[in-house]
Nanobody
Framework: QVQLVESGGGLVQAGGSLRLSCAAS????????MGWHRQAPGKQRELVAG???????SYADSVKGRFTISRDSAKNTGYLQMNSLKPEDTAVYYC?????????????WGQGTQVTVSS
């Protein structure tokens, strides 16, 4: 079994920065793609950013130019650098990864980390 553990959330003032990390651990596995979703109170969960197996990235329009997704394959870790944060970025952020273990390709989710941006 594989686990994803996020870290790096917290409280920051508007205009500030945070860097989220997502570490995968478990038995032998291969990470294909990774992504970050978020869910604000009373709103649907939305995809914020994604990174493909070859490193191509995509972003929600609301975070383009402010957020950067990356990964360190050697460490089985993904990152979300968030700059110029706005109060509307406040949400629980979830890491996701499409992971191959043996012959099974499956999507995994982390437990979430709270990001709160004060005005």
């Amino acid at each position: 079994q594989v686990q994803l553990v996020e870290s790096g959330g917290g409280l920051v003032q508007a205009g500030g920065s945070l860097r989220l990390s997502c570490a995968a651990s478990g038995s032998t596995f291969t990470i294909f793609s990774m992504g970050w979703h978020r869910q604000a109170p009373g709103k649907q969960r939305e995809l914020v950013a994604g990174i493909s197996p070859v490193g191509s990235t995509s972003y929600a329009d609301s975070v383009k130019g402010r957020f950067t997704i990356s990964r360190d394959s050697a460490k089985n870790t993904g990152y979300l650098q968030m700059n110029s944060l706005k109060p509307e970025d406040t949400a629980v952020y979830y890491c996701t990864a499409r992971i191959l273990t043996g012959a099974v390709l499956k999507d995994y989710w982390g437990q979430g980390t709270q990001v709160t941006v004060s005005s």
